[in-house]
Each structure stands twice: as C-alpha cells, then as structure tokens.
C-alpha cells in the first residue's frame, strides 16, 4: 500500500495521507494489483519498483555464488563469516545424512559425482585437522593471560574469540570455494529483479535454480513487481542478452589472446591507470560547489592558482577528519583509480564488499596462479594436510573441467588459490576502503593489500593519501582480533548491566 500510495503521488497534488484515505484506504488487494500493472507493467514505469523494500535470506549456496549475489550496487548484504565459524561441524542433508557444508552439481554423470563427494570430504577432513589443531597451537602459544581479576570471565570469552579468528583466518584457505554460507539481502524490487536476472543469465545451474527460487519468493510478497522478470520480451531478452555478450568475448578472448601469457600470476597489487594524473585537478570542482559560476569559468580560473592556493583549497575541502567516518565530499569521486589485484578467492571476497566502485569484475577461478601457505600454519607443522588438500584440489579440478564442465570446474578450487580481479574506485571510496581494511583487527591477508593499495595510490595522490590519517601502518598484533573482541565483551557488559 505504503508502494502504491508514493507511485500516486507524481500524478496527484494531494500529500500521502489524502491519496492513502482517498484511493487504497477500506478497498481490496484488486486496487493495488490495478494500479500496479498500469504503472510498471503497462506504462514500464521501473522507477515504482525502487519503491518496494525487500528483506530475503538466501540459505547453503555455495561461496562462488555469494559473490555473484552480492554483485550488485544497489541493495545491502550480509553473509557468515568464515572467521568465526568452524566449517567443519557436519548438518543432515535431505536424506538425514550428516555431510559437509559443500554445493554439490547435480548435473555431474555419477561416476564424477561420486569422485567430487569422496574429494570433497577429503579436503573438508584435513581442513578440520589443521583449524582444530592451529586453534590448540595458538591458545598454547599466546596463553590466557588475566589482566583484571573482576573481569575474568569477560576477558576469557574475548581470548578464545581472538584465537579462534586467528586459527579459522589461516585454516579458511583450505575451504573450497563450494563450500556454502548463508547471505541475506535487503533491497527493493527493482535490484531483485536484476539480480533474478543476472543470476539466470550465467552458466551455473546453481545460478539458474537459485533465480527461479528467488522469483518465486518475491512474487509471494510482491507478485505485482515480477510480472516482466521472466516474460520473454522483457526478462527473456534482457538474460539472452547478458548471456551472448559474456559468450561472445570469451570466444574472441581465445582466439585473439597468446595462451602462453595466461599462467603467470604478476604482481599481487596492480595500479594499472589513474585519472585525472593530477590530484590538484579536484580544486576547481571544489570551488564550483562553493561558486555560482560556470564550470568552464571556474575551470579556467583554477588554472591561475599559486600552488598555495591549490592546497588551502584542497586542505578546506577534505577538512579536519576527527574518525574515519569523516569523509571528503563527492567531488573527490572524479579522481579514480584503477587496479589489478591477483589475491587468494577468501581476500578477494572481503574487499569485494566494497561496492561503490566501477568495474568490478573476476576472471574464473583456477588453481594454476597457485597459493601460500600461511606462516603459522608450518610454524604448526601441520604444512603436509594443509598442501594435501590443494593437490586434492587441482586433481579433481583438471578431472572436472576434463570432462566438459569448465564452469563447474571452479567449485573444486580453494579460498587459498589465487585469481585476478580488477575494480575503479574513486578516491572518496578510497578514504573508506584504506582505511577500515587496514585495522589492526582485520585479515591480515587483505590489511596486506589494501596497505599495498595505500602505498601506490601515494606514489600519484601523495596529498589526499596524506589526509587519509586513520591508515594503520602498525605490524599485525600476534593476536589481530584481541583488541576488538574485549571491546565487543565491554559493549555487551554494559548493554548487560
């Protein structure tokens, strides 16, 4: 009603409480289903559709595909953690089986099935060995150490947080990137609609199943903003479309690129391009804001400044930051850089988070850029399951794609193995993005780049990276997590009292 009411109100002067009591107010469900289908389904009004809150939990679909749920801008995301979880607690299946938490590709013959399932919880059981034993390696290494006798149950509880995150930070690059999670999604009609969309567009069955299910989730609560996702002049065209670009470029790829240049990794962080080349350059959108003036006129007194002058006006316009939740205004998004990252799949999957960037994109997982293995886990001596499980890992990957399933393939690759993605952040993300990943309490693999990240967008912006003053440079504590969950123990103690 709330949806129907706003979309009235761009062809009626009266305010919402006279169109509520004058057109829905006391009347049938027939009402809303008329208006609906005027203005989305007849006029093709999709701006109503941004009108229509959705909230949906997407449960146990594999971790590829969390990416490719949360690949749109416009709709808000969360999934479970794989640094707070131990992966390796079994659940029943349908069958009241008890298995691992792993997706498994139906359309696989039953002899490659059968060979997936008996990998698969091979590599589930070493990852199970190594988390388990770290978790015991590091609680010996860094023991529980009082501080405040009065707050020895508060402190304990943060320590086993602290050095469970540390063990699972380190033991998650042995998880598949099958294995499966949980995400909810908040949006409004229109981003479900394309993501039903994008979803049935890709060449995973599990893309195309878990669309059909999300279109019939949202028609149970909004049938009325769903009637063109799937019709084919509309829905139909938009998956063809999206479908035959992806096809199109793959194909030329190989038939234009050198496959002798695919292998090599390169450097794990890339500035590949940045524009404009002068940071100064955001001085005279700065001043347009402030001015009356065109920007053509501004653009060319800018141009007369003493380079004092730029920098007071650079200085104004980022301000006094007293937290990093002070951030420049938007004519800082004209300033962009531009990255290649090659990263393990579990960093790429917490950087890729940050959304409002341009650009975003991945290439299919392979195990063949290779991986590392984290230092305490040798320091443990547990190097042999946890390399036992990427050997598993490209084994059954090369059978995979062997017998012709070369999307499916990327199921068999690990959180820990390498892949390429590039992004386009502006430098008002950037603020945001250096500085909260680079917090002490993150993960240490992507504090690693996103420091890397900070460190060449200097090299070409040195004055605004100077202003970015809640970058944390420290060495990583032995104990990353330690600080933030005594705060959060704190926080509940409080809320308890």
């Known amino acids: 009603m709330i949806a129907g009411a706003m979309a009235r109100l761009s062809r009626t002067g009266d305010d919402m409480r006279m169109v509520i009591l004058k057109e829905f107010a006391g009347k049938s ?36 595909m969390t990416k490719f749920l949360e690949r749109g801008r416009f709709a808000a995301y969360l999934e479970q953690s794989t640094r707070y979880i131990y992966f390796d607690v079994q659940v029943y299946d349908k069958d009241g089986k008890l298995v691992y938490r792993y997706y498994v590709p139906m359309n696989f013959p039953e002899t490659l099935l059968n060979r997936y399932r008996t990998d698969m919880d091979r590599i589930f059981a070493l990852y199970s060995e190594v988390v388990r034993e770290l978790s015991g390696y590091i609680r010996k290494k860094s023991p529980f150490s009082l501080s ?157 400044l003493s380079q004092e002058q730029l920098v007071r006006v650079l200085q104004a316009g980022i301000g006094t930051r007293y937290n990093r939740r002070h951030r420049p205004g938007r004519s800082f998004e004209f300033l962009q850089t531009k ?93 945001h993005l250096h500085e909260i990943r680079s917090m002490p309490e993150g993960h240490p693999g992507y504090r690693r780049v996103t420091l890397t990240m900070h460190e060449k967008f200097a090299s070409v912006y040195p004055r605004i990276a100077a202003a970015m003053r809640f970058v944390d440079t420290k060495e990583d504590a032995e104990l990353t997590r330690l600080a933030g969950e005594m705060a959060t123990q704190a926080k509940l103690s409080l809320l308890a009292d």
């Open 29 to 64: 469900g027939d009402v809303l289903n008329g208006l609906f289908k005027r203005v989305i389904t007849g006029y093709g009004d999709d701006s109503v559709q941004q009108l229509m809150p959705l909230s949906v939990v997407v449960e146990q679909c594999s971790n590829i």
């Open 148 to 304: 405040d006798p009065s707050e020895e149950k508060r402190e304990r509880v943060a320590w086993m947080g602290a050095t469970r995150a540390q063990a699972c930070d380190a033991a998650r690059n042995m998880l598949p990137v099958a294995t499966t999670s949980t995400v909810g999604i908040v949006g409004n009609a229109q981003s479900f609609d394309y993501l039903i969309m994008r979803l049935a567009s890709l060449d995973l069955l599990e893309a195309n199943e878990l669309g059909k299910k999300l279109l019939q989730q949202v028609r149970v609560i909004a049938p009325q903003f769903f009637e063109r996702t799937d019709i084919p002049e509309r829905g139909g065209a938009a998956i063809n479309y999206r479908r035959q670009i992806r096809q199109d470029v793959r194909v030329l790829a190989k038939e234009y690129l050198s496959p002798e240049e695919i292998i090599a990794p390169g450097v794990e962080v890339n500035l590949v391009n940045h524009w404009p080349q002068d940071e100064m350059s955001v001085v005279a959108d700065l001043l347009w804001t402030g001015s009356d003036q065109s920007y053509e006129s501004v653009m060319r007194q800018a141009q007369n």
């Open 339 to 431: 990255w290649e990252n090659v990263t393990d799949y579990g960093i790429f999957r917490d950087l890729q988070r940050h959304r409002p960037v341009d650009g975003m994109d991945w290439q299919d997982l392979t195990p063949f850029l290779g991986y590392e293995i984290p230092p305490v886990v040798i320091e443990a001596g547990l190097e042999k399951p946890f390399v036992e499980a990427f050997d598993i890992a490209e084994k059954l990957y090369g059978e995979v794609k062997r017998q012709g399933f070369e999307q499916e393939s990327q199921y068999t690759t690990l959180l820990g193995h390498r892949m390429r993605w590039r992004e386009a952040v502006n430098t008002r993300e950037s603020f």
